[in-house]
Each structure stands twice: as C-alpha cells, then as structure tokens.
T-cell receptor
Framework: GAVVSQHPSWVICKSGTSVKIECRSL??????MFWYRQFPKQSLMLMAT?????????EQGVEKDKFLINHASLTLSTLTVTSAHPEDSSFYIC???????????FGPGTRLTVL | QQQVKQSPQSLIVQKGGISIINCAYE??????FPWYQQFPGKGPALLIA?????SEKKEGRFTISFNKSAKQFSLHIMDSQPGDSATYFC????????????FGTGTQLKVEL
C-alpha cells in the first residue's frame, strides 16, 4: 500500500506556456500533499503544502502565482507551472500523507524541461 | 535551527561491507526521523524511520541508531550490495510544524564489487 503516482513522468514545453502535473494517491486518502523541487545532485526543496479543500501554503521564496497548486480531492493534487521559463526546468516530486500520519510517500517525479 | 546536516557527501563501500551515513540536527522539537533512498530519475522511497523514544531500529539490513542527547542519528547498511548504490537522504519533521520534512543534503553511495 501507500502508492503515489505522478503524471506526466516527463514533459518538454516552450517558454511562456503552462504545464500541469498531477499527483495521485492510489490506495489511500491523502489529507496532505507536498510538492518538492529537486535540481541535479541536490536535495529536495519543499515548495508548498496542500490540504484537501483548502489553499496551499507556500514556502518562503516560492511564487504562488507561478506555481498554482490545487488539492481538489483526497486522492489528487495538481501543480501548474504558469508561463514557464528555462529556469523552471527541474525535477518536480510530490508526496502524500494520510491524516494524522507523519509518514510521507513520494511519487516517481516529473522531469520538466522548458525550451 | 531547521537544518539537518548530513555526512559524508559521497561514500564508496566494498560489497559485503557496512555503509554508515550520519545526520545531525539542532531543533529539539523534531520528533520523526526518516531515511529515504533515491535512484537516479526516481522519487525517494522510504527506507526506515525512527522516533526519539527509541535508540535503535532495525529492518532487514538497514538500522537507524539515534542519539537524542547528541542530536544525531545514523543509517547503517549491513552487507552492502551493488543494488544499494543510490543517494540516501535523512530527514526530520515535527507534528507542530505540519509534518513538513527538512532534508539533509544527501549521500551518494556506491557499492563496488
């Protein structure tokens, strides 16, 4: 149990376009989902925390108007990178946790390349 | 105060040997300490986790040692195998902080034949 999926696994887009990444908990209800960003050979950097049905909480320095997060149901959260630029190219990873649990289960990640 | 310091940055171990990765933290409010394994191009996978009321936890070849007074914890991989070659991250979180994970900088482990 505790499987998290992401779609797409990789995406290439042109500068100025928007990209949506989906994160799904397949076999449990995720009251909280987290979005991370990881650059090559670096650690994971938390971007935002989202709770089902409420607005996401963004970490300091993360532009909420650029990285739109929606957590519409207990199994789905989406991250939309708006007006993407080459500097947004990165590995985006989501994680999910059950209510009352501090264990986070991670998705396989989405490689975003902005040309 | 939110940092988790991890060492070494990279580690080479012979097959069958013991791999040891260390982490240290400052915030005494942390109450959950997981270790994650990440292969290139994949998301992190939870290996093992410990809470401060326990000094050691073992799952298969993986053991966490926890020293609350020193604010340190470590991962031991016994009988290391080439398939263990990956990047390992320690992390810490606290219930009062929304269970947000603070990650260490990662250790790239290579197990040689």
């Amino acid at each position: 149990g505790a499987v998290v999926s992401q779609h797409p696994s990789w995406v290439i887009c042109k500068s100025g376009t928007s990209v949506k990444i989906e994160c799904r908990s397949l076999d449990f209800q995720a009251t909280t989902m987290f979005w991370y960003r990881q650059f090559p050979k670096q650690s994971l950097m938390l971007m935002a925390t989202s709770n089902e049905g409420s607005k996401a909480t963004y970490e300091q320095g993360v532009e909420k108007d650029k990285f739109l997060i929606n957590h519409a149901s207990l199994t789905l959260s989406t991250l939309t990178v708006t007006s993407a630029h080459p500097e947004d190219s990165s590995f985006y990873i989501c994680s999910a946790s059950r209510g009352g649990s501090d264990t986070q289960y991670f998705g396989p990640g989405t490689r975003l390349t902005v040309l | 105060q939110q940092q988790v310091k991890q060492s070494p940055q990279s580690l080479i171990v012979q097959k069958g040997g013991i791999s040891i990765i260390n982490c240290a933290y400052e915030n005494t409010a942390f109450d959950y300490f997981p270790w994650y394994q990440q292969f290139p191009g994949k998301g992190p996978a939870l290996l093992i986790a410990i809470r401060p009321d326990v000094s050691e936890k073992k799952e298969g070849r993986f053991t966490i040692s926890f020293n609350k007074s020193a604010k340190q914890f470590s991962l031991h991989i016994m009988d290391s195998q080439p398939g263990d070659s990956a990047t390992y991250f320690c992390a810490a979180s606290m219930r009062g902080g929304g269970n947000k994970l603070t990650f260490g900088t990662g250790t790239q482990l290579k197990v040689e034949l």
